[in-house]
């Protein structure tokens, strides 16, 4: 089983659909919690980290189920710039951060 | 925020050649600094950590005498790839955290694309 899993998509909608993501992860001491956005070909960038009350960036919304070992990204009325792949990022130990696969969204016009 | 550049950003080579990537923090000293291996429609997987001034910690699989990575100064690690074959072939990204050791938001080098012949 991998640390950290997400649906690899790809996740197909249309402008102003909302649209969740969820990732799974297997060590259950596993501390923070980040979602970053990766477009093709480029580095991955932070979107946002995952606090345990959750917390919301604007169309964004990110939450944690520690009981459950779950994070999820929730996007309002998606705009066609949101295409890309969505990855979910777990720590190990003090600062080892382990990628999902992330999940790819088109955002359709 | 914080900038960390990485060179090259695309590099072709022969089998058996070495190629050495360079990751740079621009506006802060980073004591650690992560390498990772991206293959097409795969996650980022952690190669090794880089530690300013002593060896770096490999990930389990990872050959460190395939990979080898010094990271001499504060502001730059090194990552070579020697003997270069093409199963080698992968995107190459380097990161950094402006906390140091501890958990923080990391920030990546624009990664290096690398492709063996």
């Known amino acids: 089983r991998k640390e950290v899993e997400q649906d690899p998509g790809p996740f197909n909608v249309p402008e102003g659909a909302t649209v969740a993501f969820n990732c799974t992860y297997s060590?259950?001491?596993?501390?923070?919690f980040f979602w970053y956005r990766q477009d093709c070909r480029k580095e991955p960038k932070l979107l946002m980290s995952?606090?345990?009350s959750g917390n919301e960036d604007g169309r964004f919304t990110a939450q944690l189920n520690r009981a459950s070992q779950y994070i999820s990204l929730l996007i309002r009325d998606s705009k066609l710039s949101d295409s890309a792949t969505y990855l979910c990022?777990?720590?190990?130990?003090?600062?080892?951060?382990?990628f999902g696969t992330g999940t790819r969204l088109k955002v359709l016009a | 925020g914080a900038v960390v550049s990485q060179h090259p950003s695309w590099v072709i080579c022969k089998s058996g050649t070495s190629v050495k990537i360079e990751c740079r923090s621009l506006d802060f000293q980073a004591t650690t600094m992560f390498w990772y291996r991206q293959f097409p429609k795969q996650s980022l997987m952690l190669m090794a950590t880089s530690n300013e001034g002593s060896k770096a910690t490999y990930e389990q699989g990872v050959e460190k005498d395939k990979f080898l990575i010094n990271h001499a100064s504060l502001t730059l690690s090194t990552l070579t790839v020697t003997s270069a074959h093409p199963e080698d072939s992968s995107f190459y990204i380097c990161?950094?955290?402006?906390?140091?050791?501890?958990?923080?938001?990391?920030?990546f080098g624009e990664g290096s694309r690398l492709t063996v012949l």
């Open positions: 995952v606090y345990s």
């Open positions: 060590n259950s001491a596993s501390q923070s």
């Open positions: 990022v777990v720590t190990r130990g003090t600062y080892k951060y382990i």
């Open positions: 990161s950094a955290s402006l906390a140091g050791g501890s958990v923080g938001e990391l920030f």
